[in-house]
């Protein structure tokens, strides 16, 4: 009880299974519930049963050592980690006839290493797209024109966010018929890339220019605005 952790027994023979009040606490299960291998199958998340219990197989048959972590659903619909350890006993003929260890909740160390992955992806990410701004001024510096500039900067912008269009349109006061504007799309919309239709000025550039702002959308927040 003092390092919280639950002891179990079970004989995979005659499914016989004691279980400590705290390793039923630690499985959601109240106090007096009858334990055997289908209540406690019946507590394990539904994406970890399957390859739970060929491990369990594979323990049984002296293969490897039972040294687990997976998932629990509690009855409430809460998500829990448990670690369980134990050791097979046979008998005289090499068959299993009992499996006993302890089963201790991991639920906190795995929902740290989660949130330390995610750190570790936002800094990947950020370093990206650093290296990938480096990159794009030295190829914005390089460029001869005001609309190869334009056409490095849409190329450049849509591959450090990630998006699937990117365009920029440059104008004085307005004069969308002198607008110049460069396009970049991804394979996704490989189809379009020939799509040479000048902005005029509506719909979403009309939303840029009163807003002065930067403007990302998701497609379906694309389609939705008015």
């Given at each position: 009880?003092?390092?919280?952790?639950?002891?179990?027994?079970?004989?995979?023979?005659?499914?016989?299974?004691?279980w400590t009040e705290k390793c039923k606490a630690l499985f959601g299960l109240a106090a007096d519930t009858e334990i055997n291998y289908e209540v406690f199958l019946?507590?394990?998340?539904?994406?970890?049963?399957?390859?739970?219990?060929?491990?369990?197989?594979?323990v049984i048959e002296g293969q490897e050592d039972y040294d687990l972590e997976y998932r629990l659903v509690w009855q409430d619909g809460s998500v829990h980690w448990i670690?369980?350890?134990?050791?097979?006993?046979?008998?005289?003929?090499g068959q299993a006839i009992r499996l006993m260890?302890?089963?201790?909740?991991?639920?906190?160390?795995?929902?740290?290493?989660?949130?330390?992955?995610?750190?570790?992806?936002?800094?990947?990410?950020?370093?990206?797209?650093?290296?990938?701004?480096?990159?794009?001024?030295?190829a914005i510096n390089s460029a001869n024109s005001i609309e190869e500039v334009l056409q490095v900067i849409t190329q450049q912008a849509r591959t450090i966010i990630g998006a699937h269009q990117s365009v920029t349109s440059t104008t004085i006061d307005e004069n969308w018929a002198?607008?110049?504007?460069?396009?970049?799309l991804s394979d996704k919309y490989a189809a379009w890339r020939d799509y040479k239709e000048k902005a005029d000025g509506s719909g979403i550039y009309a939303y840029v220019c009163q807003t002065n702002r930067?403007?990302?959308?998701?497609?379906?927040e694309l389609e939705a605005h008015p």
């Amino acid at each position: 009880n003092a390092a919280s952790l639950g002891m179990w027994s079970w004989n995979p023979i005659t499914d016989e299974t004691i279980w400590t009040e705290k390793c039923k606490a630690l499985f959601g299960l109240a106090a007096d519930t009858e334990i055997n291998y289908e209540v406690f199958l019946n507590t394990i998340h539904p994406q970890d049963r399957q390859w739970l219990q060929a491990a369990i197989t594979r323990v049984i048959e002296g293969q490897e050592d039972y040294d687990l972590e997976y998932r629990l659903v509690w009855q409430d619909g809460s998500v829990h980690w448990i670690a369980t350890k134990g050791k097979a006993f046979y008998n005289v003929s090499g068959q299993a006839i009992r499996l006993m260890g302890t089963s201790q909740d991991i639920s906190d160390r795995k929902v740290a290493e989660a949130e330390r992955e995610i750190m570790l992806l936002r800094s990947r990410e950020y370093t990206h797209r650093l290296q990938g701004l480096t990159t794009a001024a030295l190829a914005i510096n390089s460029a001869n024109s005001i609309e190869e500039v334009l056409q490095v900067i849409t190329q450049q912008a849509r591959t450090i966010i990630g998006a699937h269009q990117s365009v920029t349109s440059t104008t004085i006061d307005e004069n969308w018929a002198q607008a110049i504007s460069a396009f970049s799309l991804s394979d996704k919309y490989a189809a379009w890339r020939d799509y040479k239709e000048k902005a005029d000025g509506s719909g979403i550039y009309a939303y840029v220019c009163q807003t002065n702002r930067p403007v990302r959308m998701t497609q379906a927040e694309l389609e939705a605005h008015p």
